[in-house]
């Protein structure tokens, strides 16, 4: 890794492809440009692109400046998506290493490629895998700094952005009974069960057991979803 700038994960696909022969390896790195390491050059010079004049950071304004430049909405989930490859922190600021990293893990050195990679990007979400791994960072990722749990408006706008990739035909009336009956932050707990709940229990709620451990924020919307009607709860 030190003699090629590579990253670990890039270095690891090459040793993985020679079956672990260190020479083969460097053959491997050097000849196949979807693991080489992009040019650590370039990316200086994007990040100098959107950093703040005064700050070692990149944030709200060359957040939406990227945005301009890759001709995405900055609401656009995709941003999600390259948020969680950049393993950034905190949403709408990207750190020099989280950002360099991120195009690192990617695999571009420009902002030009980094547009040509949006589809694939958005492919991600539709891996079971991954939309696991995007959900549960984007927890931490929308919370204020310094806070355990999340905004509830902040929680519904990402529920909104997220399961709308998933259709889950409940989502109106989750936000709706939050608004109502919570009114509250969210928690880690409830924010990772409610993935489990909807990959798991059925939108007419057949397969809904009563007796499982669901957190009570479940339970106490389902009791909302049979009494006002919404759905045909059959045991």
Request: aromatic residues 12%; contains cysteine; glycine residues 4%.
């Amino acid at each position: 890794m030190a003699i090629t700038g590579a990253s670990e994960k890039a270095a690891l696909q090459a040793l993985k492809a020679s079956d672990w022969h260190l020479e083969g390896a460097f053959d491997v790195f050097y000849s196949q440009p979807q693991i080489a390491v992009a040019n650590t050059l370039h990316l200086e010079e994007v990040y100098n692109r959107y950093k703040e004049p005064d700050a070692d950071m990149i944030m709200v304004e060359g957040i939406s400046q990227l945005c301009n430049d890759l001709q995405v909405d900055p609401q656009d989930i995709v941003m999600l998506v390259i948020s969680w490859h950049m393993k950034a922190s905190t949403m709408c600021e990207f750190t020099r290493q989280e950002f360099i990293g991120g195009l690192q893990s990617i695999g571009v050195d420009s902002i030009e490629k980094l547009r040509e990679k949006l589809p694939s990007l958005r492919a991600e979400l539709k891996d079971d895998q991954k939309f696991r791994e995007i959900y549960n960072f984007a927890f931490a990722w929308a919370r204020e700094k310094g806070q355990k749990s999340l905004a509830l408006e902040t929680a519904i706008g990402m529920w909104r952005l997220l399961f709308a990739e998933r259709n889950w035909p409940l989502i109106d009336y989750w936000c709706q009974f939050l608004q109502v009956r919570h009114n509250k932050a969210i928690s880690r707990d409830t924010w990772a069960q409610l993935l489990e709940f909807v990959k798991t229990i059925d939108p007419q709620l057949t397969n809904y057991d009563e007796e499982d451990a669901w957190p009570y924020l479940i339970d106490e919307f389902v009791d909302y979803l049979k009494e006002n009607g919404l759905v045909q709860h059959r045991r």
